[in-house]
C-alpha cells in the first residue's frame, strides 16, 4: 500500500511538471498556471504523507532570538470539537468588548494575544471575562514585543522572528485547542443575523470529518468624528479566516504581510479525495455568503499604526480606506453614494 502510494504520488508531481515545461505560457498566465501546479503537487505531497502515515504529529518553531518561552508546536490535527478564535491585539480599547460581545456565543474557544498595548485593551479584557464568560472561553495572553509593521519594516525581519507578524501569527494559532481555528481581529464584530448559517455550515463540516480552508467576507463600517457610522458598500472582502488546526494551514511571509499557505487552497473541487484508509475527507476553500462580519474603522483612532509610515497605500484595500477617511475629514462622507448611514443597533450586542 505505501509503495502504491509512494509511486502515485511521485508519478503525478513529474507529470505536472513535465506538463508546465511543455505549456507554450508567458506572464501572468505562466505564474497563474505554475502556482496552480505548485498546489496540486503540494497537495499530493500531504495526500500521500497521509496515506503513507509519515506525517510527524507535530512541526515545532523556534526564534532566532533564543527566547525559548516563545517557541511552539503546532500539532498535524487536533481532536478537540469546535472552533477556536485566535485574536491579535494592540490599543484596542475602543473596540475590544464590542469585539467579544458578538462572538462569545460563536466560538467554543477565544484565544486573545495582547500585543503590548498601553491602553485600557488588557484591563477590559479582563473585565469582559469577569463579567460574561461563564463558561471560561477567553483565554488571554501577552506577547510582548514591539512588531516590525507592514511595508518595508516587515520585509527585512526574518519570517522567524519574533518581531514579525508571520511569526506571531503562528504562535496565537499553537494556542489553539479546537479543531477549527478562526483567524479574528480585535475590530471585527461578527454578524447576528448570521449565526444560524455559520452554525449550520460548522456542523455539516463537523458530521463530515472534513478538514480545509474557508473564506469570510467582511464589510468595512466607518465611524466619523460624530460619531455616526456608515456602512461602505464597495469595501467587501474576503480572506482564508476559517480552516482546520493544522501545521499544513501556517502563514508564510509575503511581500507585505503574512499570508495563509495551505494545500487546501486554490484547488477548484468541494471534496478532493477519499478513501477507506484515511478517516477524513477534505473539503477544499468555500465562502460563506457575504458579508459574514464588520469591520470598525474610527475616524478617532491611527487606523494605519500597524504600517510603515507612508506605506498603507500600497495595496487596493488600504487606498480605499484611505480616500474614505478623506471623505471623512472634508466632511463629504454624508454626499457619497458609496457610503449609507447605519444605525449603531444594527451593529452591537446589547452587553
Given at each position: 500500500m505505501n509503495s502504491s502510494a509512494d509511486r502515485a504520488s511521485t508519478k503525478i508531481i513529474r507529470r505536472l511538471n513535465q506538463l508546465l515545461k511543455l505549456l507554450p505560457l508567458s506572464g501572468k498566465s505562466k505564474y497563474f498556471v505554475k502556482n496552480l501546479f505548485k498546489k496540486i503537487i503540494d497537495y499530493?505531497?500531504?495526500?500521500?504523507?497521509?496515506?503513507?502515515?509519515?506525517?510527524?504529529?507535530?512541526?515545532?518553531?523556534?526564534?532566532?532570538?533564543?527566547?525559548?518561552?516563545?517557541?511552539?508546536?503546532?500539532?498535524?490535527?487536533?481532536?478537540k470539537k469546535g472552533i477556536s478564535a485566535f485574536i491579535r491585539a494592540k490599543n484596542e480599547e475602543d473596540k475590544?468588548?464590542?469585539?467579544?460581545?458578538?462572538?462569545?456565543?460563536?466560538?467554543?474557544?477565544?484565544?486573545?494575544?495582547?500585543?503590548?498595548?498601553?491602553?485600557?485593551?488588557?484591563?477590559?479584557?479582563?473585565?469582559?471575562?469577569?463579567?460574561?464568560?461563564?463558561?471560561?472561553?477567553?483565554?488571554?495572553?501577552?506577547y510582548p514585543f514591539e512588531m516590525a509593521r507592514f511595508g518595508s519594516e516587515y520585509k527585512e525581519v526574518p519570517e522567524n522572528s519574533i518581531r514579525n507578524f508571520t511569526y506571531f501569527s503562528n504562535y496565537a494559532i499553537s494556542l489553539c485547542t479546537h479543531r477549527f481555528v478562526c483567524k479574528w481581529d480585535a475590530d471585527m464584530l461578527f454578524k447576528q443575523s448570521k449565526l444560524s448559517e455559520f452554525r449550520d455550515f460548522y456542523q455539516k463540516v463537523d458530521n463530515a470529518n472534513s478538514d480545509g480552508v474557508w473564506n469570510l467576507y467582511g464589510q468595512t463600517v466607518y465611524r466619523d468624528s460624530f460619531d455616526n457610522f456608515w456602512l461602505s458598500q464597495k469595501e467587501v472582502y474576503y480572506e482564508p479566516r476559517f480552516f482546520s488546526l493544522s501545521y499544513f494551514?501556517?502563514?508564510?511571509?509575503?511581500?507585505?504581510?503574512?499570508?495563509?499557505?495551505?494545500?487546501?487552497?486554490?484547488?477548484?473541487?468541494d471534496v478532493l479525495w477519499r478513501n477507506r484508509d484515511v478517516a477524513r475527507p477534505f473539503v477544499m476553500r468555500k465562502s460563506f455568503s457575504r458579508p459574514m462580519f464588520y469591520e470598525l474603522k474610527f475616524f478617532s483612532s491611527d487606523e494605519f499604526s500597524h504600517w510603515t509610515p507612508s506605506e498603507s497605500s500600497h495595496t487596493p484595500r488600504k487606498r480605499k480606506e484611505l480616500e474614505t477617511f478623506q471623505l471623512i475629514a472634508t466632511g463629504n462622507i454624508q454626499s457619497s453614494a458609496l457610503h449609507s448611514p447605519i444605525p449603531e443597533s444594527l451593529l452591537f450586542v446589547d452587553s
Open positions: 499530493s505531497e500531504l495526500k500521500f504523507l497521509l496515506l503513507t502515515r509519515k506525517a510527524p504529529l507535530e512541526i515545532c518553531f523556534e526564534n532566532i532570538e533564543g527566547l525559548t518561552d516563545f517557541n511552539f508546536c503546532i500539532p498535524l490535527r487536533s481532536d475590544i468588548h464590542k469585539c467579544l460581545m458578538s462572538i462569545i456565543d460563536v466560538f467554543d474557544e477565544i484565544v486573545l494575544v495582547d500585543n503590548n498595548s498601553n491602553d485600557n485593551t488588557i484591563h477590559l479584557a479582563y473585565r469582559f471575562k469577569e463579567k460574561y464568560d461563564s463558561d471560561n472561553k477567553l483565554k488571554i495572553f501577552s494551514n501556517i502563514y508564510k511571509k509575503g511581500k507585505y504581510f503574512e499570508i495563509l499557505e495551505s494545500p487546501y487552497l486554490n484547488l477548484d473541487f
